[in-house]
């Protein structure tokens, strides 16, 4: 079982799952906004939402941060959108997220006895 | 499509976004938006229905701005607006920076301008600075050193100004044992050394030392040890101690050579200990010239004074007639100069009591170590003040420059305000630009100082002796940045109070022709009035110091200079210890070097004039009434070979001078010169009277016309001449006369020298015009450097009085367009502008003439033959300035002249 440093879970805790969930959708191929939203509603099955005073500021930074890359593409005969995909370093960071997140709902289910299986 | 921008933009206008980045932020919204509401109204719902749930998604007004306020793009930097209202004072800071870095870069001749004249002024500053530094704040590389003082004797008969001499030799023993205030007192002396081993023979400086002498100074050496107290007497064991740079340059660092022992003088010494890299003490300049000690002292030897008089006539510890010693001692914690002085006046009063023979109105003084070595720095003090001057000229102008400059920014500086830039923030912007002017100026300032420093080098004056340790050293570019900081503020504060003192209403109506110009001209005048009058001192001193340099120049040194070699030879007693060898040998130089073709006359003497060094003695004149035991007059006494006169060209007023015949048994003969003739002997014939001088009864056989000996300043006092053979001295220096130049025969007189003893080297190989140059070489770099100063200062003020002038004629070609027009003529023109750019200059003359006789009163010590109030040259300083001024004036006058009235006129 990996070892967490408690001070990286405290933070990961703290930001929640959000980054997470929104690396885990753009992972197989870049995706806009609007898809992302719909996305995370429907593989939820409706029970997480995200808004898009919420949403935005956080495709926002990770952008910033470098861990997604934002592009408009046009087609022919539609607006151009913007599409986020996953940078070399933003699969570096999930691949280090999903660990985390493994060990620690791990963790919980052996604390609370939950079965999370 | 419902429009969303409405709903979108208040919610993004509380962040800082760029224009373009909010666009793209509202058009990607609105596309999620618009599907948004495509989904909702695909599920049924009504158009408000749609809109309302769409809207929804951007939760509560604040939402959006709260949760992108953590990123960076919504914290771009607004564009700059300067003056504009404080935020963060680091932040305005380099908001300014970059402003005036851009203001600078539009105006590159105006930077070009002020910068330069900054630089050389600065640059000036630092080099003098760097001097300074060498010669007084890191000289004293000791522990603690303002515990150290030197111990002089004093005596009202000392000239003012003149060096303190040394104390008598029982005194210094006295003090030795019994001293209270001091914790450690040591001595030394002047001495040479002969090195046979490691290369060719060389003469290195030396000094004879007291054990204690390093433990005094707090020096402990890299290798080895230090002198015993056992090894400083007579009969001691022969140790040494040696630099670092001797132990590396001619034993190639052979850390095995403690312990070995070296032939110095022809005497087999031990060397004992190695001193460290940075001890260099004692140095020549540093030290009056009775104590000649070499510019740098290489060998440390032991003094090996007798502990008292054994009839050898050597120095012994209880003499209390021989002074010849330096001391120094260290005093103890705790104990303060005036308490040791205290002390040591009350021993010379005791002393003055119990041997008024020798003591009578003898005192001690005690003189700090620091003040001692900076003996010189009066001087450099002078050439601080001189450099200081010359940056406040090159501040004043830089600072009309500004001023200039704001008239034609009066109009952004009257927008700024408008658009609520506060008066301090606008001076504050002001003023950055002049520190990034004198950053710049002080980078540039530097490359001056390098340059100045290799000048000095070049002159290379002997008295500041420490000049070749001169360097842009962290204290030198400290002092840099500080000019450069005090300078901004000098030449920036006052055009930026004077360009932000506007009315507001009045500028901005009246446009680029700028407000209140009377005010500001004034401003200008008082500047340039300042600027004159700081010229002028400076002028007048430089020229006070070239008029001392060439009557300098003029004086004759009473011999011949040119076409003469000097060296000097220094037999060792080990192998010359009798008076007759040592005469002998010089006696087979003399013959064999007079033999040579191209020789016309060979001597040799004990202390060269001007060479550093001299020997003096009490004498009586035979039938005057005697005189107290120790009051009799004193001369310098000089011994000589007898082609001594011949080489150096000294005339023979009456008499004879020596021959090969006055040898050592044969009468005593004595040459006087005419001071000692005229001052003993007045009226009567000195021919075959007899003095008393050195212990003998000698006859005069002749008179010779006065030389100058200890320096070409001070007028030469009575001399005595002794022929060699009757005072046999194992130091002496060879003077030859020859054709052509002198260095040629260097090789020759060299192997003349090795073909009598293989061991003995010539040292100090030398013409003596370079001898006489080098005496007045402290002059001609004092006077070269005030005058290139003082040249820098002038050419300065006249820029400043021509940018005044052109300014005042562009300002005013109106107005001349007009008078012309009404009939003026060119010369009633020229006759106005000129009368306008010569006001200032007068009223700047005057204040500046005030200011010069106060300054050439300090400068009065260091003048020579030339008063400090010398009508002929301030008045001829007078003169070139006016004439400078007129100049100045004159070509933008002459421009004024050429305004067509019309388009004058029409200029508006």
Same mark, same amino acid.
């Given at each position: 079982?990996?070892?967490?440093?408690?001070?990286?879970?405290?933070?990961?805790?703290?930001?929640?799952?959000?980054?997470?969930?929104?690396?885990?959708?753009?992972?197989?191929?870049?995706r806009?906004?609007?898809?992302?939203?719909?996305?995370?509603?429907?593989?939820?099955?409706?029970?997480?939402?995200?808004?898009?005073?919420s949403?935005?500021?956080?495709?926002?930074?990770?952008?910033?941060?470098?861990?997604?890359?934002?592009?408009?593409?046009?087609?022919?005969?539609?607006r151009?959108?913007?599409?986020?995909?996953?940078?070399?370093?933003?699969?570096?960071?999930?691949s280090?997220?999903?660990?985390?997140?493994?060990?620690?709902?791990?963790?919980?289910?052996?604390?609370?006895?939950?079965d999370?299986? | 499509?419902?429009?969303?921008?409405?709903?979108?933009?208040?919610?993004?206008?509380?962040?800082?976004?760029?224009?373009?980045?909010?666009?793209?932020?509202?058009?990607?919204?609105?596309?999620?938006?618009?599907q948004?509401?495509?989904?909702?109204?695909?599920?049924?719902?009504?158009?408000?229905?749609?809109?309302?749930?769409?809207?929804?998604?951007l939760?509560?007004?604040?939402?959006?701005?709260?949760?992108m306020?953590?990123?960076?793009?919504?914290h771009?930097?607004?564009?700059?607006?300067?003056?504009?209202?404080?935020?963060f004072?680091?932040?305005?800071?380099?908001?300014?920076?970059?402003?005036?870095?851009r203001?600078?870069q539009?105006?590159?001749?105006?930077?070009?301008?002020?910068?330069?004249?900054?630089?050389?002024?600065?640059?000036?500053?630092?080099?003098?600075?760097?001097?300074?530094?060498?010669?007084?704040?890191?000289?004293?590389p000791?522990?603690?050193?303002?515990?150290?003082?030197?111990i002089?004797?004093?005596?009202?008969?000392?000239?003012?100004?003149?060096?303190?001499?040394?104390?008598?030799?029982?005194?210094?023993?006295?003090?030795?044992?019994?001293?209270?205030?001091?914790?450690?007192?040591a001595?030394?002396?002047?001495?040479?050394?002969?090195?046979?081993?490691?290369?060719?023979?060389?003469?290195?400086?030396?000094?004879?030392?007291?054990?204690?002498?390093?433990e005094?100074?707090?020096?402990?050496?890299?290798?080895g040890?230090?002198?015993?107290?056992?090894?400083e007497?007579?009969?001691?064991?022969?140790?040494?101690?040696?630099?670092?740079?001797?132990?590396?340059?001619?034993?190639?660092?052979?850390?095995?050579?403690v312990?070995?022992g070296?032939?110095?003088?022809?005497?087999?010494?031990?060397?004992?200990?190695?001193?460290?890299?940075?001890?260099?003490?004692?140095?020549?300049?540093?030290?009056?010239a009775?104590?000649?000690?070499?510019?740098?002292?290489?060998?440390w030897?032991p003094?090996?004074?007798?502990?008292?008089?054994?009839?050898?006539?050597?120095?012994?510890?209880?003499?209390?007639?021989?002074?010849?010693l330096?001391?120094?001692?260290?005093?103890?914690?705790?104990?303060?100069?005036r308490?040791?002085?205290?002390?040591?006046?009350?021993?010379?009063?005791?002393?003055?009591?119990?041997?008024?023979?020798?003591?009578?109105?003898?005192?001690?003084?005690?003189?700090?170590?620091?003040e001692?070595?900076?003996?010189?720095?009066?001087?450099?003090?002078?050439?601080?003040?001189a450099?200081?001057?010359?940056?406040?000229?090159? &501040?004043?102008?830089?600072?009309?420059?500004?001023?200039?400059?704001?008239?034609?920014?009066?109009?952004?500086?009257?927008v700024?305000?408008?658009?609520?830039?506060a008066?301090?923030?606008?001076?504050?912007?002001?003023?950055?630009?002049?520190?990034?002017?004198?950053?710049?100026?002080?980078?540039?300032?530097?490359?001056?100082?390098?340059? &100045?420093?290799?000048?000095?080098?070049?002159?290379?004056?002997?008295?500041?002796?420490?000049?070749?340790?001169?360097?842009?050293?962290?204290?030198?570019?400290?002092?840099?940045?500080?000019?450069?900081l005090?300078?901004?503020?000098?030449?920036?504060?006052?055009?930026?109070?004077?360009?932000?003192?506007f009315?507001?209403?009045?500028?901005?109506?009246?446009?680029?022709?700028?407000?209140?110009?009377?005010?500001?001209?004034?401003?200008?005048?008082?500047?340039?009035?300042?600027e004159?009058?700081l010229?002028?001192?400076?002028?007048?001193?430089?020229?006070?110091?070239?008029?001392?340099?060439?009557?300098?120049?003029?004086?004759?040194?009473?011999?011949?200079?040119?076409s003469?070699?000097?060296?000097?030879?220094?037999?060792?007693?080990?192998?010359?210890?009798?008076?007759?060898?040592?005469?002998?040998v010089f006696?087979?130089?003399?013959?064999?070097?007079?033999?040579?073709?191209?020789?016309?006359?060979?001597?040799?003497?004990?202390?060269?004039?001007?060479?550093?060094?001299?020997?003096?003695?009490?004498?009586?004149?035979?039938?005057?009434?005697?005189?107290?035991?120790?009051?009799?007059p004193?001369?310098?006494?000089?011994?000589?070979?007898?082609?001594?006169?011949a080489?150096?060209?000294?005339p023979?007023?009456?008499?004879?001078?020596?021959?090969?015949?006055?040898?050592?048994?044969?009468?005593?003969?004595?040459?006087?010169?005419?001071?000692?003739?005229?001052?003993?002997?007045?009226?009567?014939?000195?021919?075959?009277?007899?003095?008393?001088?050195?212990?003998?009864?000698?006859?005069?056989?002749?008179?010779?016309?006065?030389?100058?000996?200890?320096?070409?300043?001070?007028?030469?006092?009575?001399?005595?001449?002794?022929?060699?053979?009757?005072?046999?001295?194992?130091?002496?220096?060879?003077?030859?006369?020859?054709?052509g130049?002198?260095?040629?025969?260097?090789?020759?007189?060299?192997?003349e020298?090795?073909?009598?003893?293989?061991?003995?080297?010539?040292?100090?190989?030398?013409?003596?015009?370079?001898?006489v140059?080098?005496?007045?070489?402290?002059?001609?770099?004092?006077?070269?450097?005030?005058?290139?100063?003082?040249?820098?200062?002038?050419?300065?003020t006249?820029?400043?009085?021509?940018?005044?002038v052109?300014?005042?004629?562009?300002?005013?070609?109106?107005?001349?367009?007009?008078?012309?027009?009404?009939?003026?003529?060119?010369?009633?023109?020229?006759?106005?502008?000129?009368?306008?750019?010569?006001?200032?200059?007068?009223?700047?003359?005057?204040?500046?003439?005030?200011?010069?006789?106060?300054?050439?009163?300090?400068?009065?010590?260091?003048?020579?033959?030339?008063?400090?109030?010398?009508?002929?040259?301030?008045?001829?300083?007078?003169?070139?300035?006016?004439?400078s001024?007129?100049?100045?004036?004159?070509?933008?006058?002459?421009?004024?002249?050429?305004?067509?009235?019309?388009?004058?006129?029409?200029?508006?």
């Amino acid at each position: 079982m990996t070892v967490i440093d408690t001070r990286i879970l405290d933070r990961e805790l703290k930001k929640g799952s959000a980054e997470l969930i929104i690396l885990s959708i753009v992972e197989p191929r870049a995706r806009h906004g609007y898809e992302i939203s719909k996305l995370i509603e429907t593989r939820s099955a409706g029970q997480l939402k995200f808004h898009v005073a919420s949403l935005y500021p956080l495709l926002y930074r990770l952008e910033e941060r470098g861990w997604l890359q934002g592009r408009w593409v046009e087609k022919a005969g539609q607006r151009r959108r913007r599409f986020y995909g996953l940078t070399a370093e933003g699969r570096r960071v999930l691949s280090r997220q999903r660990d985390t997140w493994k060990t620690f709902v791990n963790a919980m289910g052996l604390i609370t006895g939950v079965d999370h299986a | 499509m419902p429009e969303w921008t409405e709903h979108l933009r208040p919610r993004l206008a509380l962040l800082q976004l760029s224009g373009g980045r909010e666009a793209e932020i509202i058009e990607e919204l609105s596309q999620h938006l618009d599907q948004r509401y495509e989904e909702l109204r695909t599920g049924g719902a009504t158009d408000l229905e749609a809109r309302h749930l769409a809207i929804e998604e951007l939760l509560e007004p604040e939402a959006l701005a709260r949760h992108m306020r953590q990123l960076r793009q919504a914290h771009v930097s607004p564009p700059i607006t300067p003056g504009a209202p404080a935020g963060f004072l680091l932040a305005d800071l380099y908001k300014d920076l970059r402003y005036a870095a851009r203001m600078l870069q539009k105006q590159p001749g105006f930077a070009a301008a002020a910068a330069l004249t900054l630089a050389l002024g600065i640059g000036a500053n630092t080099a003098i600075f760097s001097l300074f530094n060498a010669a007084v704040l890191r000289a004293l590389p000791f522990p603690e050193p303002d515990r150290l003082a030197v111990i002089w004797a004093d005596s009202p008969a000392r000239k003012p100004g003149s060096p303190f001499p040394p104390p008598a030799n029982a005194d210094v023993a006295e003090w030795r044992d019994h001293s209270a205030s001091f914790a450690r007192i040591a001595a030394f002396n002047a001495r040479a050394a002969d090195l046979a081993e490691g290369g060719d023979p060389e003469r290195i400086g030396a000094a004879g030392v007291t054990a204690g002498f390093f433990e005094t100074l707090g020096v402990t050496p890299l290798l080895g040890r230090t002198l015993a107290p056992d090894e400083e007497m007579h009969g001691g064991p022969p140790v040494a101690l040696i630099s670092h740079g001797l132990w590396q340059r001619r034993f190639g660092g052979d850390p095995a050579l403690v312990g070995k022992g070296i032939s110095i003088n022809g005497d087999k010494r031990t060397i004992i200990g190695i001193l460290p890299p940075d001890f260099d003490f004692p140095r020549g300049a540093e030290w009056p010239a009775s104590s000649p000690f070499a510019s740098r002292t290489e060998v440390w030897l032991p003094l090996a004074f007798r502990p008292q008089d054994d009839g050898t006539g050597w120095s012994h510890w209880q003499s209390r007639h021989e002074r010849g010693l330096v001391v120094i001692g260290r005093l103890k914690p705790g104990t303060s100069l005036r308490q040791a002085q205290a002390e040591m006046d009350a021993f010379a009063a005791r002393r003055a009591h119990d041997h008024p023979d020798t003591h009578k109105d003898s005192s001690v003084k005690l003189v700090p170590l620091r003040e001692q070595m900076a003996g010189h720095s009066k001087s450099l003090l002078i050439l601080f003040a001189a450099v200081g001057v010359l940056l406040l000229i090159a &501040c004043v102008n830089v600072a009309n420059l500004l001023l200039a400059r704001g008239v034609a920014r009066q109009q952004e500086m009257a927008v700024r305000a408008a658009l609520g830039a506060a008066r301090g923030r606008l001076i504050r912007q002001l003023l950055t630009e002049s520190l990034l002017l004198s950053a710049i100026a002080s980078g540039l300032g530097l490359l001056v100082a390098e340059g &100045c420093l290799k000048v000095f080098l070049i002159l290379n004056p002997v008295t500041y002796s420490r000049l070749d340790e001169a360097s842009l050293d962290p204290t030198a570019l400290g002092f840099a940045a500080f000019i450069a900081l005090l300078t901004s503020a000098v030449f920036g504060l006052v055009p930026a109070i004077q360009a932000s003192r506007f009315d507001l209403r009045k500028s901005i109506h009246e446009g680029g022709r700028g407000g209140d110009g009377a005010g500001r001209e004034r401003v200008r005048n008082w500047l340039v009035g300042t600027e004159v009058a700081l010229a002028l001192v400076l002028l007048t001193t430089a020229g006070l110091m070239v008029r001392s340099f060439l009557r300098l120049q003029a004086v004759q040194p009473g011999f011949r200079s040119d076409s003469v070699l000097v060296f000097d030879v220094q037999l060792p007693l080990a192998r010359y210890p009798s008076g007759p060898s040592q005469v002998m040998v010089f006696q087979q130089l003399v013959a064999r070097l007079e033999a040579l073709p191209v020789v016309h006359a060979a001597g040799a003497i004990g202390y060269l004039p001007l060479g550093g060094g001299g020997n003096w003695g009490r004498f009586t004149v035979e039938g005057e009434p005697p005189v107290r035991p120790g009051s009799e007059p004193t001369a310098e006494r000089c011994w000589v070979t007898p082609g001594y006169f011949a080489a150096m060209g000294i005339p023979i007023r009456r008499g004879r001078v020596f021959t090969e015949r006055d040898t050592a048994e044969q009468p005593r003969v004595v040459v006087i010169n005419e001071t000692l003739a005229r001052q003993f002997f007045s009226s009567r014939d000195p021919l075959g009277k007899r003095l008393r001088a050195g212990g003998a009864w000698r006859t005069v056989v002749g008179v010779v016309s006065d030389a100058k000996s200890g320096s070409l300043e001070r007028e030469g006092g009575p001399q005595l001449y002794l022929p060699h053979a009757q005072w046999p001295w194992a130091g002496m220096t060879v003077v030859l006369h020859t054709d052509g130049n002198p260095l040629a025969l260097a090789s020759i007189a060299r192997s003349e020298l090795k073909a009598l003893d293989a061991l003995l080297p010539a040292a100090n190989m030398r013409t003596m015009e370079q001898v006489v140059s080098k005496a007045a070489s402290t002059r001609r770099f004092n006077m070269a450097l005030l005058a290139f100063f003082a040249v820098t200062a002038l050419l300065l003020t006249m820029m400043g009085i021509y940018g005044v002038v052109a300014f005042l004629v562009g300002r005013r070609s109106r107005e001349i367009g007009i008078r012309m027009a009404l009939g003026a003529r060119q010369g009633d023109v020229l006759r106005l502008v000129l009368q306008q750019g010569m006001k200032p200059v007068a009223i700047g003359s005057v204040a500046g003439l005030l200011g010069s006789v106060g300054a050439s009163r300090l400068v009065a010590s260091q003048l020579y033959g030339v008063s400090s109030s010398d009508p002929l040259t301030l008045m001829s300083i007078i003169a070139l300035l006016v004439a400078s001024a007129l100049l100045a004036c004159w070509l933008p006058a002459r421009r004024a002249t050429k305004v067509h009235p019309l388009e004058a006129l029409r200029g508006d």
